[in-house]
């Protein structure tokens, strides 16, 4: 199990090498990027270095490292730090999530739902346990998830720990994106970026991981995921290609199928997909599940004018929906129409995130649609 397991993140590997070589090391680091594109499997190979007894030198640079010349720095894989780290009960890692609101000490704290990574959350998990001495004396490592869902007042509370964490005290932030982190938080981490996936590569990462698949399916669900490996497995598990062909149906009768039956359809299939998603994260209200839900079929109306858009201006390679290059090419809209469909599409999507009633949501983007595109081959 080797750092260099995180595949294709060159400039994230070069930033934590260097900081190893030097033995300047931040005390916060902030991963941010898309998820599904190894941010975890980097935080976790970076604290089996710094728990390790005897980390060692590889002799020859990987390739994802690109030019990088300097020493480089692993975990030995060997000593007993490394056996727990691997295991997942090593004392001195600790991993914070939502979830763990559920053994807070507080009944009222542990009654809540777990949307998002709270106060007390925070205070109890890491600000705390940040206080104490390392179990096994060398390091403490928290890692912690979604940290782009730390409430404002978390994030205030957490400050001072981020700021002067004790000695040997490491904290590692992941986060899919930046904008809801404070300035005062980003400013106090050492930000490391980390890239889409290239798609052949999560093509045939899939093909590895999922026994069955047929590459056809592998590259198209590899397309849709826009870079995320995670996300790319969640959508073959979720069998997200039955929604995208109902969804390219139902484009191609906008105008002639009534604006209330394609948004009823939409509703149920995001209510369908959010049922799988209450499976995964039990903490999500019904409600909830089906925005997500959703989002992902506004997400797959965004990738169908996008993809016509690009044909449209000679950009053919860059398609997501790869298993329907004959409906891409017997469809025909101009450019500006393709652009005005992909940003009703966004639209939508933002007003799901300021809560507005999903049925008028819905509706207001199938007209919106059938005026800009109507009838769209499909």
Known sequence: MSIFDVRRQPRAHRIIQRALSSGRLPHAYLFHGPDGVGKELMADRLARILLCESPIRPA???EELGEFTGPLCDACGRCQDCVLTRAGTHPDLHLIHRKLHRYHPDPTVRSRKGLELT?????HFVIEAVGTKPARGRAKVFIIREADRITSQAQNALLKTLEEPPAATFLVLLAAGLDKLLPTTKSRCQPVPFGPLPTEFVAAKLSELL???SPEDARSYAAMAQGSLGMAQRYCEDGLESYNERVIETLGRLGVVSVTRIAKQ????AK???AEYRNRDKGISDTEAQRRGLKAIFSLVAAWFSDLLHISTGGGE???????????AAAR???RQAALAIRAAVDAE???ERNASTQLTVEALVTRLARIAPATPG
């Open 318 to 328: 860059a398609i997501v929906n790869t298993n329907h290059a004959r409906r891409l």
């Open 333 to 335: 809209i101009d450019p």
């Open 350 to 352: 933002r007003h799901l």
């Open 119 to 123: 106060v007390d959350v925070i205070r």
């Open 211 to 213: 026994t069955g698949i």
């Open 272 to 274: 369908a997909l959010g």
């Open 266 to 269: 939409w509703l149920d299939d």
């Open 60 to 62: 020859e640079p990987p």
